[in-house]
């Protein structure tokens, strides 16, 4: 019976949306009450000491040294040429017309209503590219 009972809650589970932040560091989608991004206390992103989204010293977004967030030369958030953040022309997260971080109409990074970058009521921002801020 517990068997079938686990089986039953794994089920149903996989087919339900939870609204749980993807990258709380990097917001993309709903950021309301009850969004998947909401920053208040208690909220899946809440950015307060001890909070998912914390960017204080030891917080799991910050952007010291050494840190996994780093914006500094050789970091992953570094948006200077050649780092992997630089919105220039023929950078990684170039956001002009074309480029892979476009936020216009039709572009990957597209915010408004039915684009994959959509941060309105219902917006989850899944599908939203990486590069995308």
């Known amino acids: 019976?517990?068997?079938?009972?686990?089986?039953?809650?794994?089920a149903l589970a996989s087919c339900t949306s939870f609204a749980i932040a993807r990258d709380v560091c990097h917001c993309k989608g709903y950021a309301g009450?009850?969004?998947?991004?909401?920053?208040g206390p208690g909220g899946p992103a809440y950015n307060g000491?001890?909070?998912?989204?914390y960017a204080g010293p030891g917080g799991?977004?910050?952007?010291?040294p050494g840190g996994d967030r780093y914006d500094g030369p050789g970091g992953s958030d570094y948006d200077g040429p050649g780092g992997p953040r630089y919105?220039?022309?023929?950078?990684?997260?170039?956001d002009g017309p074309g480029g892979p971080a476009y936020s216009g109409p039709g572009g990957p990074c597209?915010?408004?209503a039915g684009g994959a970058c959509y941060s309105g009521p219902g917006g989850s921002g899944e599908d939203c590219p990486s590069v995308c801020r």
């Open 49 to 53: 000491p001890g909070g998912p989204a």
């Open 33 to 39: 009450p009850g969004g998947p991004y909401y920053a």
């Open 1 to 10: 019976m517990k068997t079938r009972y686990l089986l039953m809650v794994l």
């Open 87 to 94: 919105s220039g022309p023929g950078g990684p997260a170039y």
């Open 60 to 64: 799991p977004c910050s952007r010291s």
């Open 110 to 112: 597209y915010g408004g």
